[in-house]
């Protein structure tokens, strides 16, 4: 019965010791728990950074897209280079068999334009000062033979006016009606007048005609490509613009040409109507001339006709 008790107090002793050691044990780690939980809170972001540092090399994927306008230039670049290639010339290889014919013609009638004005000017400028040189020469003659003398044997309009009026002096010979020899000499003048007009407009109906009708001609053209550049579209399935644009560049290459054929034609027919119609008046004034010392011959020839009948009569 004593070893009980003992036993008590030996299980109590141990339980208080044990209750002791505890309470120390926690009063040692009480403090120690605030750091270890700060010590474990920075783990989680470093789990949680792990992804965000795998995560960190998606930037990178935008790569392809930087490669992406490299790719892209291509076609911008085969674009420009398309639209390099249509030049006039590559439009015209181009072109449909009859836009081709209709763009060559147009052209043709340019060449044509340029080719009467570079004559005309020479002509005009020549016969004007030819002409104008001529009235110099027989602005002091006193009859016909002079002047003709005065000219020599030029083969001008004033020369071939005053042939006829000598030539009309001398076939009317022995007629006493000299208003009957004026009016034949001026029909003769007439028609030389009329002749050097039909002369020196010669390749001005071919300027009103390639001005008249180039630009129509260049029209045609352009509803011909244009209605090709619509059979293409339907044919293609597509309204992309790259598909109608060719054609359609085509076609108003045909209306330029023709009023680059057409334009020119029409300035220049202006410009010779004007410089032709001064001429003209310079043929006129030489008519004139010619009239002129014809009718002083006959007044002559009437005069020493006169004086001889008189000498008769006073013998």
């Given at each position: 019965?004593?070893f009980?008790?003992?036993?008590?107090?030996?299980?109590?002793?141990?339980?208080?010791?044990?209750?002791?050691?505890?309470?120390?044990?926690?009063?040692?780690?009480?403090?120690?728990?605030?750091?270890?939980?700060q010590?474990a809170?920075?783990?989680?972001?470093?789990?949680?950074?792990?992804p965000?540092?795998?995560?960190?090399p998606?930037?990178?994927?935008p790569?392809?897209?930087?490669?992406?306008?490299?790719?892209?230039a291509?076609?911008?670049?085969?674009?420009?280079?398309?639209?390099?290639?249509?030049s006039?010339?590559?439009?015209?290889?181009s072109?449909d068999v009859?836009?081709?014919?209709?763009?060559?013609?147009?052209?043709?009638a340019?060449?044509?334009?340029?080719t009467?004005?570079?004559?005309?000017?020479?002509?005009?400028?020549?016969?004007?000062?030819?002409?104008?040189?001529?009235?110099?020469?027989?602005?002091?003659?006193r009859?016909?033979?002079?002047?003709?003398f005065a000219?020599?044997?030029?083969?001008s309009v004033?020369?071939?006016?005053l042939?006829?009026?000598?030539?009309?002096?001398r076939?009317?010979?022995?007629?006493?009606?000299?208003?009957?020899?004026?009016?034949?000499?001026?029909?003769?003048f007439?028609?030389?007048?009329r002749?050097?007009?039909?002369?020196?407009?010669l390749?001005?109906?071919?300027?009103?005609?390639?001005g008249?009708t180039?630009?129509f001609?260049?029209?045609?053209?352009?509803?011909?490509?244009?209605?090709?550049?619509?059979?293409?579209?339907?044919?293609?399935?597509?309204t992309?613009?790259a598909?109608?644009?060719p054609?359609i560049?085509?076609?108003?290459?045909?209306?330029?040409?023709g009023?680059?054929?057409?334009?020119?034609?029409?300035?220049?027919?202006?410009?010779?109507?004007?410089?032709t119609?001064?001429?003209?008046?310079l043929?006129?004034?030489?008519?004139?001339?010619?009239?002129?010392l014809?009718?002083?011959?006959?007044?002559?020839?009437?005069?020493?006709?006169?004086?001889?009948t008189?000498?008769?009569a006073?013998?």
């Amino acid at each position: 019965m004593q070893f009980r008790p003992l036993l008590g107090r030996g299980m109590n002793k141990s339980l208080s010791r044990a209750a002791y050691s505890g309470i120390v044990a926690l009063a040692i780690f009480s403090p120690a728990l605030p750091s270890l939980a700060q010590q474990a809170t920075p783990q989680t972001p470093a789990v949680t950074q792990a992804p965000t540092a795998q995560a960190a090399p998606a930037p990178a994927a935008p790569a392809p897209h930087a490669i992406a306008p490299v790719d892209g230039a291509r076609p911008l670049k085969t674009a420009a280079a398309g639209l390099r290639e249509l030049s006039p010339w590559s439009m015209f290889l181009s072109a449909d068999v009859l836009v081709k014919a209709v763009m060559i013609g147009l052209a043709f009638a340019s060449l044509v334009t340029w080719t009467i004005f570079i004559a005309k000017m020479i002509e005009l400028s020549l016969a004007q000062r030819k002409l104008r040189a001529a009235l110099g020469k027989i602005s002091d003659a006193r009859s016909l033979a002079e002047a003709q003398f005065a000219l020599g044997a030029r083969g001008s309009v004033l020369s071939a006016l005053l042939s006829a009026a000598m030539r009309e002096a001398r076939l009317s010979a022995g007629i006493s009606s000299d208003n009957g020899i004026k009016e034949r000499a001026a029909s003769s003048f007439a028609e030389i007048v009329r002749a050097e007009a039909r002369r020196i407009r010669l390749g001005m109906g071919l300027l009103a005609t390639i001005g008249a009708t180039s630009p129509f001609v260049g029209l045609f053209g352009t509803v011909w490509g244009i209605m090709n550049s619509f059979i293409g579209i339907s044919k293609s399935q597509t309204t992309n613009l790259a598909v109608v644009a060719p054609g359609i560049a085509e076609a108003l290459l045909a209306t330029a040409m023709g009023l680059v054929a057409a334009i020119p034609a029409v300035i220049i027919y202006n410009h010779f109507s004007r410089v032709t119609k001064g001429y003209l008046e310079l043929v006129g004034r030489s008519s004139g001339a010619a009239g002129r010392l014809l009718s002083r011959d006959l007044d002559r020839t009437y005069v020493s006709s006169l004086g001889t009948t008189h000498s008769h009569a006073a013998e």
